[in-house]
Nanobody
Framework: QVQLVESGGGLVQAGGSLRLSCAASGRTFSTSAMGWFRQAPGKVREFVAGISRNGGNTYYAESVKGRFTISRDNAKNTVYLQMNSLKPEDTAVYYC???????????????????WGQGTQVTVSS
């Protein structure tokens, strides 16, 4: 089992920045590929960014490429999402997710992740 706890959400003006953190506990963190997803009201949960088990490979949705950066610190059991140049359309609940130990690379679909955090709200005002 892996427990995930997100933090760092909040209210920010358009053009601003936020840094989300996701602290993991339980099974060895470094055996999971990690992903960030988001869900806006009335919309499906969508992939934002993913990172491989050793941090060597990162992937982004086209809508956030060049603005968001995913990273991880396996010594601290934490994955981060640095969000810059935020737009009102980035407003959503952001979720951290972990795969089981069979995956090296992060998938882009919700059902391929085994563990989820409770989410943290990000609101970008115009």
């Amino acid at each position: 089992q892996v427990q995930l706890v997100e933090s760092g959400g909040g209210l920010v003006q358009a053009g601003g920045s936020l840094r989300l953190s996701c602290a993991a506990s339980g099974r060895t963190f470094s055996t999971s590929a990690m992903g960030w997803f988001r869900q806006a009201p009335g919309k499906v949960r969508e992939f934002v960014a993913g990172i491989s088990r050793n941090g060597g490979n990162t992937y982004y949705a086209e809508s956030v490429k060049g603005r968001f950066t995913i990273s991880r610190d396996n010594a601290k059991n934490t994955v981060y999402l640095q969000m810059n140049s935020l737009k009102p359309e980035d407003t959503a609940v952001y979720y951290c997710a972990a795969t089981d130990a069979s995956r090296w690379y992060p998938p882009r679909t919700v059902y391929e992740y085994a563990y989820w955090g409770q989410g943290t709200q990000v609101t970008v005002s115009s």
